[in-house]
């Protein structure tokens, strides 16, 4: 199902964390998951740069996360 296929693309729709991070820099942004780590959204960044982001998201996540949880209260 359609449905079944969003809900495993979108953590929210499917009811997941919304544990997210959001990377700015000028006037580019970036959005990516943390649980698992996926790239959500961007703007300004070419896909070299958001690739290298995505490697330094996956390589602190867990710090991620804590600081998330922490700032969150969960």
């Known amino acids: 199902h359609e449905r079944d ?4 693309e979108d953590p929210e729709l499917a009811g997941g964390s919304l544990q ?3 990377i700015e ?4 942004t970036a959005k990516f998951w943390l649980n ?3 790239f959500q959204t961007g703007r300004g960044f070419s896909r070299g ?10 390589e602190n996540r867990e710090s991620l996360l ?6 969150f209260g969960n």
Not at 5 to 8: G, N, T, Y
Not at 25 to 28: F, V
Not at 66 to 71: A, I, L, S
């Open 5 to 8: 296929r969003d809900q495993e």
């Open 36 to 38: 698992p780590v996926r």
């Open 25 to 28: 820099r000028e006037d580019k």
């Open 66 to 71: 804590r600081g998330w949880n922490e700032y």
């Open 20 to 22: 997210d991070v959001g």
């Open 49 to 58: 740069e958001i690739l290298g982001i995505q490697r330094l998201v996956e």
